[in-house]
């Protein structure tokens, strides 16, 4: 079975401090990882995949395949950062469609 | 840039009421989706279709169904709305050779 586990539902931390949104999953072949947000009314968008390797308003993820883990890391947290994260998974459990996490509510603070 | 379209944005329906959202996206995705989205629960996926007239369950197909008689519309239906249904209910579509799954602004259905 597929899994994916977001620990934390709320983080607070203040403007720019560094931020890391805790996801772990679990699944027995090769994942595709997945980073996704939800700004105040706004629809769900991708931030960032682990097949590109991207960086995305300053966020970065890395695939971490021994612990299972693909964490979301900021090294300065930013006031507009604060929004909705769902870390996601794709596999062969229902053809393309995505396994969520229950999400991690992102407050920056000045 | 890809469009996925919930024509409904915002309803409010009586229990027992037949409900239907409706779900169009303009790139030619063979993948549609739908999910509800709950605080505390994330997002759950009840009904996925690979191609038209094609339907699969997912996690919570339980009181939903779902119609694809067209590859650009994908709709859901609630034949018989319930107060439990009341909920965020969010369309999506992929290609078959993308790696991204694109999203609709959302349905907010409150059933009374």
């Known amino acids: 079975a597929q899994r994916v586990t977001q620990p934390e539902k709320l983080l607070s931390v203040f403007k720019g401090a560094p931020v890391e949104l805790k996801c772990n999953y679990s699944?027995?072949?090769?994942?595709?990882l997945f980073w996704y947000v939800q700004y105040s009314r706004q629809r769900l968008q991708l931030l960032l995949r682990?097949?590109s390797r991207e960086s995305i308003k300053g966020f970065t993820a890395d695939l971490n395949k021994g612990e299972t883990s693909f964490h979301l890391k900021k090294p300065f947290a930013q006031e507009e950062d604060s929004a909705m994260y769902y870390c996601?998974?794709?596999?062969?459990?229902?053809?393309?469609?995505?396994?969520f996490g229950k999400g991690t509510s992102l407050l920056v603070t000045p | 840039d890809v469009k996925v379209t919930q024509s409904s944005r915002y309803l409010v329906k009586r229990t027992g009421e037949k409900v239907f959202l409706e779900c169009v996206q303009d790139?030619?995705?063979?993948?549609m989706f739908w999910y509800r989205q709950d605080p505390g629960l994330g997002l759950r996926l009840i009904y996925f279709?690979?191609?038209?007239?094609?339907?699969e369950k997912g996690d919570i197909p339980e009181g939903y169904s779902v119609s694809r008689e067209k590859k650009e519309r994908f709709s859901l239906i609630l034949e018989s709305a319930s107060t439990n249904q009341t909920s965020m209910y969010l369309c999506?579509?992929?290609?078959?050779?993308?790696?991204?799954?694109?999203f609709g602004e959302g349905s907010w259905l409150t059933v009374v």
């Open positions: 996601a998974l794709s596999g062969t459990h229902s053809g393309y469609a995505l396994n």
């Open positions: 790139m030619d995705h063979e993948n």
């Open positions: 999506a579509s992929r290609g078959d050779s993308g790696n991204t799954i694109y």
């Open positions: 279709s690979y191609d038209v007239k094609m339907k």
């Open positions: 699944y027995s072949g090769s994942p595709e």
């Open positions: 682990h097949i």
